[in-house]
């Protein structure tokens, strides 16, 4: 495959986390009490990390309703400020938080998700399980084939425009909707951290919501990932039924786009009768 792999590598732009991330973020709230234990990468980092769950909190927490949270966390998923910020925290990334981001909790550790909102309990089990899978395909992929899991930049790491990929010509619109869908997540877990760091959940309902939007948004990744080749995803998590045909979809995208070049490239596309059947328009 030529066209949709090499240029729809799904990188969202979130952090990768779970209940690793979430620890280490804990872990630095702490340091930030003794100033002098960070580094200045440390204190940049955390500054951002701040920033952005403060943002996002704000945001997704004084929404009037369930249409209107998931409204704000569009944009949220849109603003190309928050995805500035999102590479400026990838970019980074101490080294611990990098190691405890990779981790599950153990068998005998509470998952620091639920502890934070043990009122959402079972939708937290499921993206920390989604979490755990991501992570574990992606530590089996070949060091070459790495960034082809929704864990690192973004659709479109060299431009400034998060949403640039849904004017690229080359990513089949189903894609482009998944693309979107885990952009979700990292607003998500961003409000997620605020929670941590505040210790005070938002309302039930707005933490149901969160919990349910982030669940989605990582199992877009899921779905995207377990239809690449090579690497694993369990059946159970995402059945074959709801895995892409990838190579389907980019010979109907090439087929589309040498129709619609056959069409522009015709002479008679250009036909002023086409344009105009009537005449020349009036403008008094």
């Not at 928050?82 to 550790?109: C, F, K, M, W």
């Not at 948004?217 to 892409?244: K, M, N």
Request: glycine share 6%.
């Amino acid at each position: 495959m030529d066209g949709v792999l090499p240029t729809t590598a799904l990188r969202a732009p979130m952090v990768p986390g779970g209940a690793g991330f979430v620890r280490a973020i804990g872990e630095f709230v702490r340091r930030r009490l003794i100033p002098t234990r960070l580094s200045e990468q440390e204190r940049f980092f955390l500054d951002k990390v701040e920033l952005a769950a403060k943002w996002c909190s704000t945001r997704l927490w004084t929404a009037a309703d369930r249409g209107q949270f998931e409204a704000r966390l569009d944009e949220l998923a849109a603003d190309p400020n928050l995805y500035h910020v999102s590479r400026e925290i990838q970019a980074n990334l101490p080294e611990d938080v990098a190691e405890l981001a990779l981790t599950g909790p153990t068998q005998t550790e509470e998952s620091a998700l639920v502890k934070a909102l043990p009122g959402q309990s079972a939708g937290l089990q499921r993206v920390e399980s989604l979490t755990i899978t991501l992570l574990d395909a992606l530590r089996k992929l070949p060091a070459t084939e790495g960034d082809g899991l929704p864990l690192g930049e973004g659709p479109s790491a060299q431009d400034d425009d998060p949403l640039a990929f849904l004017v690229d010509p080359g990513i089949p619109p189903q894609l482009a909707q998944l693309f979107f869908q885990s952009m979700r997540a990292g607003p998500c877990q961003y409000a997620f951290i605020q929670i941590c760091i505040d210790k005070e959940p938002p309302e039930p309902w707005v933490a149901h919501a969160l919990v349910e939007c982030w669940e989605a948004a990582l199992y877009a990744c899921a779905r995207y990932s377990a239809s690449l080749p090579g690497i694993r995803i369990p059946d159970e998590v995402v059945p074959q039924s709801d895995r892409l045909d990838l190579e389907a979809l980019e010979k109907k995208t090439t087929r589309f786009r040498a129709s619609l070049k056959s069409i522009t490239d015709d002479p008679a596309s250009n036909d002023r009768s086409l344009i105009a059947p009537f005449g020349d328009p009036i403008l008094d």
